[in-house]
């Protein structure tokens, strides 16, 4: 303990020294990106795993020289999974230099963060902020609540479900359905779509429960597992992330729950260590936009460092997407501004992380590109290298979603500049 | 919406094992969802558990709370630093060693908090007493936070236990929860022997009700309250050990739980074991309960023959399932509690 905390009062000492030494020059010279995701609390599991993403990233791109020649840098911000936090946080970041923002964990966060960069905007011509949202899924965000300056890398809830429920379609063990979902404007759009398209495609499945739990604050979900037992259903859909996912499974494996889980986060921090123990092989399913064991060789390789440095998994592959496309909208640019950079990104088309061409759609900000569903269990280790966790099990896929089939429509009336 | 102009008429449909229940020309259909009888056991044995776990926490801030007259907000922090020092001596010297010491380490700082704190700050009044504790919670928060992070920590439930216990219809009991039972029992038998057998019992039984008659008497009272605090932290802790591997072992898992064991202590009756106990287990069941149940407002009133139209206003508040408010019962609780029995369940005396 003291001997730590006298190192770390060290390298402070010496980290302010640094600072004012080359502080100001370092301030002029780096595109600074403020991370706003929980570094705490309940969310912190997932948001650390995002920080190091983009501490990864941030590397790459230094080592390929930046862009506009320019560095990059990525500062980490603590909103614990907030909205209100988040504003201060984003003031937090814009004042220490920064232009761009990301997020991703909560569209509650995500909704407050639009606006917020909307007004901000409004009010500071010419020092425009960009948000780049990485993993924020609420329909509405390119919808009802589109916004210029934002623009989001992942899929979203709408059409993961399309996806999902299209899977689901013409499998008849498919009999009783339950809804589990976080209450909030996210949880709660999933389970108004899911109980839509379910009725379109499959009338004759019946919805046993429907479900909504605080978001990130139940730590026991035995309750609720003994409640889905009860209501007899053979499959669960899920929109949970983080603990809220974690715990959930973990309750399940503690009762002997057998059903298969639809989900969207089961990969994330926690999800596959309670997956193991339900021994539910390759029951449980989740929609991605890449899956480690079925990429490039150039995505392997990726993998492979990612694991070796911080050995975790490569939990956002859209996050690559993000700030790889960011570097060429600079550089295409050749500015950092925040209007012409919006600008080189619409209609931009890149080749993904896993494979394949995506496109932002200049219509809403929306990025395409193919998604995948994997189910989770046992691998041939020959084949597919990459279990999770140290669990011995891993993602495995079983469905390609064409580009085609994830271009929903949209209500999106932009205002541009 | 006609009014039900006849008597209801039940059906009960064998082949589905649903019932429809008719109001005139209004039919409903009751489905039978699953095995009613296995939700509800399994509902009373969480329920039970969870109150069970509140009690070893409720207990101490009751006692603590009657006789010193400090509503320690503290008290939930004890809980939290119970967990990780429990969780850093089982990555040591594994689970059962941590059960043994980590309580007896953090009463120990409990009485040292008590001695060198807030005996100090007992003599400007209340006020700085409760400014002290809701203080003391944030720092302890922020130590262990430097100490072992922001993000949970994984502490494991030991292989020992690691197995399920029995099998009710078809769901599964862990025996590690079967096991939190037997401790939490044990300690509120043990806990209440102690209190009305021992002589130290009666003291501290006397102090609850009448402090200020004891220290007449020449009893250190001092002494008795550093040692109740001691206790009190030390009962949070072992909560803490046992409930750290079952639920999630995190820095705001103090903040999660601190306003629920308010609740306890008010509900119960201030001065009152006995209460806190039945309180703890009332809320328990009640959360548990809660989230089992799917009913609305609007099914209430379908029963009646009157329901409200979809897309009215207020429909979301109509729509409401009881499973949805089943994190503020324990707070509705505790307004009307304080509105109509201010004394509590089981208390007999008002400050």
């Known amino acids: 303990m003291i001997a730590s905390s006298f190192k770390r009062r060290a390298t402070f000492a010496l980290a302010a020294i640094t600072s004012v030494w080359c502080g100001a020059a370092l301030a002029q010279d780096t595109i600074k990106i403020g991370y706003i995701d929980p570094l705490s609390g309940p969310g912190a599991t997932v948001g650390e795993v995002g920080l190091k993403t983009f501490q990864f990233l941030v590397e790459e791109l230094n080592a390929k020289g930046g862009a506009a020649g320019k560095k990059f840098e990525v500062i980490g911000y603590d909103n614990k999974t907030n909205p209100q936090e988040s504003l201060i946080q984003a003031q937090k970041a814009v004042d220490a230099g920064a232009r761009i923002i990301t997020q991703g964990n909560g569209s509650g966060v995500a909704a407050a963060l639009v606006d917020w960069v909307n007004k901000y905007n409004e009010r500071n011509p010419g020092k425009e902020v960009l948000y780049l949202n990485y993993a924020a899924v609420d329909p509405i965000l390119t919808n009802d609540k589109c916004s210029f300056w934002h623009f989001r890398w992942d899929a979203n809830s709408d059409i993961k479900m399309e996806a999902l429920t299209n899977y689901m379609k013409p499998k008849t063990n498919i009999k009783k359905v339950y809804l589990i979902n976080q209450d909030y404007s996210f949880g709660q759009s999933l389970r108004t779509i899911a109980r839509t398209m379910l009725k379109a495609k499959r009338p004759d499945i019946e919805i046993v429960g429907d479900e909504l739990h605080p978001l990130l604050k139940v730590t026991d979900f035995s309750p609720y597992i003994a409640k889905i037992k009860a209501s007899g259903a053979d499959t669960v859909i899920t929109g949970n992330w983080s603990q809220d996912f974690a715990l959930l499974l973990k309750a399940a494996a503690d009762a002997g729950l057998n059903v298969e889980w639809y989900t969207y986060y089961a990969g994330g921090t926690g999800g596959p260590t309670a997956i193991k123990q339900t021994g539910l092989n390759h029951k449980v399913f989740a929609i991605v936009e890449s899956f480690p064991n079925d990429e490039l060789p150039s995505a392997r390789e990726t993998e492979k460092a990612f694991r070796a440095k911080y050995n975790t998994t490569v939990l956002y592959p859209r996050a690559f997407n993000e700030m790889r496309m960011l570097a060429a909208a600079i550089n295409k640019a ?84 | 919406m006609g009014r039900a102009s006849s008597l209801p008429l039940n059906l009960w449909d064998g082949a589905t094992g649903n019932w429809v229940v008719s109001f005139g020309t209004q039919h409903f259909l009751i489905k039978r969802r699953g095995n009613v009888l296995e939700l509800v056991l399994i509902s009373t044995l969480n329920g039970v558990l969870y109150g069970l776990l509140l009690f070893l926490m409720a207990s101490g801030l009751t006692l603590i709370f009657s006789m010193m007259g400090v509503l320690n907000f503290a008290h939930a922090s004890f809980y939290m630093l119970g967990a990780f020092v429990g969780y850093q001596i089982s990555k040591w010297a594994g689970f059962w060693p941590g059960l043994i010491f980590a309580p007896l380490i953090v009463g120990g700082v409990g009485m ?74 044990a300690i509120f038998v043990g806990l209440f022997a102690m209190l009305t057998r021992t002589r130290v019992g009666l003291i501290v039984q006397a102090a609850l009700t009448h402090p200020n008659m004891v220290a007449h008497l020449g009893h250190n009272v001092p002494l008795i309250f550093m040692l109740v605090f001691g206790v009190g932290a030390g009962l949070a802790a072992i909560a803490g050990v046992i409930a750290g591997p079952a639920l999630v072992t995190q820095s ?87 509105i109509f029995r201010p004394t509590g369940l089981m208390g007999n005396r008002e400050s």
């Not at chain 1, 990459?386 to 932009?414: H, P, Y």
Request: with cysteine; net charge negative; hydrophobic share 50%.
């Open chain 2, 112 to 185: 040292l908090v008590e001695r060198f704190g807030l005996r100090n700050v007992h003599k400007n009044g209340h006020v700085a007493e409760l400014l002290f504790t809701f203080g003391l919670a944030f720092v302890m928060e922020e130590l262990v936070q430097i100490v072992w992070g922001k993000a949970p920590v994984d502490y494991r439930v030991p292989a020992l236990l690691d197995f399920s216990a029995f099998t009710i219809f078809s769901t599964n009991y862990p025996a590690y929860k079967l096991f939190m039972l037997a401790i939490s029992l």
């Open chain 1, 334 to 417: 050749n500015s950092t501004d925040g209007a012409k950079v919006a600008q080189a990104l619409e209609d931009m088309k890149f080749e993904v992380y896993g494979g394949g061409e995506g496109f932002i759609r200049k219509d809403d900000h929306q990025f395409f590109q193919p998604m995948y569903i994997g189910s989770f269990g046992d691998i041939d280790k020959a084949k597919e290298p990459f279990d999770e966790e140290g669990t011995g099990w891993g993602w495995r896929q079983i469905a390609k979603i064409d580009i085609k089939d994830t271009m929903l429509g949209n209500t999106c009336k932009m205002t541009r500049p």
């Open chain 2, 252 to 338: 705001t898992m103090a903040g999660l739980l601190g306003p629920i064991l308010f609740v306890i202590v008010v509900v119960g009756g201030l001065g009152s074991l006995s209460g806190a106990l039945v309180a703890s287990l009332l809320i328990g069941l009640l959360q548990t309960f809660a989230i089992s149940s799917n009913v609305s407002m609007a099914d209430l009133f379908s029963f009646s023959g009157f329901a409200p139209q979809p897309n009215t206003i207020l429909n979301d508040l109509w729509r409401v399932s009881v499973a949805q408010i089943a994190p503020i019962l324990p707070y509705l609780l505790l307004v009307l509690m304080l």
